[in-house]
């Protein structure tokens, strides 16, 4: 794998070989000393043109963690605010050699035009509305922890949709491991096209106890030029998750960050059933695996378990 942009960069063997080279890395960070030397002398850079928390602060960890050095770059307080456009940005950042680019733009595309602008390998960190491939790859790893599969897992993607990269990611995602994918909300911000990736629509949680898994999205209201809903409170009232809403064998995901109190109710955040820091965690061990699948190379193709993987090798220096 050279670059990741999209979900469609995958098959399954690929999503479910990342899984098992994250649950590799996942030993590691057991492990007093969770460093490993598998891409010693490699330089990734993080450009970040978009706010973010977890997958910056995961990305980097997970490059750090690999040995690699690590250059972060956020759009404020760079060049950028003087107008300097992407192509001119990677222009100069490849003057130092990166081996990997990460980058997270608000435009969809961005990533794909980076790709065919550099020798380092592309990893999308998310952009626009287009995809968020390594959230879906962390999903899938957080749920493979819990469920050991998602063959047949019934999984409900709930709220923002429209405007969610998470949302197009995970259904191509967990549809391809094996689950079937409903995505639910008001008409305005779940289009009946979401049916052409395979998912159902309802515009009810009429049918929400059928699920297995409950997905819930961030209201975007930054990515909403129109009025999207009558107001949040008609949101809350018909969409929120809460404890009445959620059965208590039913698990609960969210990509962060959280509207507490619109999308998820405070108590059901906080549950057990609750995945959401194992989410978090999840995000440093599959970008660890993401990392090393494009640096790296794909492990040679024998029936070789991933624990003889050389990523596993002790840190020796
Ligand atoms: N889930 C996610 O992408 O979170 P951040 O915006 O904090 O990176």
Not at 142 to 170: F, K, M, P, Y
Request: with cysteine; glycine share 6%; charged share 20%.
């Amino acid at each position: 794998m050279r670059n990741l942009v999209s979900i469609e960069d995958l098959d399954r063997a690929a999503i479910e070989r990342i899984v098992a080279l994250a649950t590799n890395f996942g030993q590691v960070a057991d492990r007093p000393i969770k460093k490993l030397p598998s891409l010693r002398g490699r330089l990734v850079i993080n450009l970040f043109y978009e706010a973010s928390t977890r997958t910056r602060s995961s990305f980097e960890l997970a490059a750090k963690r690999l040995s690699a050095d690590v250059l972060n770059l956020v759009s404020s307080g760079s060049s950028v605010d003087k107008g300097e456009s992407l192509r001119d940005t990677v222009a100069t950042l490849s003057a130092y050699g990166p081996d990997a680019i990460v980058i997270r733009s608000p435009h969809a595309g961005a990533p794909a035009l980076l790709a065919g602008w550099t020798h380092a390998a592309v990893v999308n960190a998310g952009d626009g509305k287009h995809q968020h491939p390594t959230q879906a790859l962390l999903d899938c790893y957080t749920l493979t922890q819990r469920l050991g599969s998602l063959e047949g897992c019934n999984i409900w993607i709930v709220g923002d949709v429209l405007h969610s990269r998470v949302a197009r990611s995970c259904i191509q995602a967990f549809r391809m491991l094996g689950a079937q994918v409903t995505v639910a909300g008001p008409p305005t911000l779940v289009p009946d096209e979401f049916a052409q990736l395979g998912a159902t629509v309802a515009h009810s949680l009429e049918d929400l106890r059928e699920a297995d898994v409950v997905y819930a999205l961030r209201m975007q209201l930054e990515r909403m030029e129109d009025s999207l809903v009558p107001s949040l409170r008609e949101y809350t009232t018909n969409f929120q998750l809460n404890a009445r809403r959620l059965g208590a064998r039913q698990l609960l995901m969210h990509p962060g960050p959280v509207n507490r109190g619109i999308e998820l109710s405070g108590e059901v955040i906080d549950s057990p059933q609750s995945l959401i820091t194992n989410q978090v965690a999840a995000g440093v061990v599959v970008r660890m695996a993401v990392l090393y699948e494009v640096l790296a190379g794909a492990p040679p193709e024998t029936d070789q378990p991933h624990s003889q993987s050389p990523a596993l090798e002790p840190q020796t220096a």
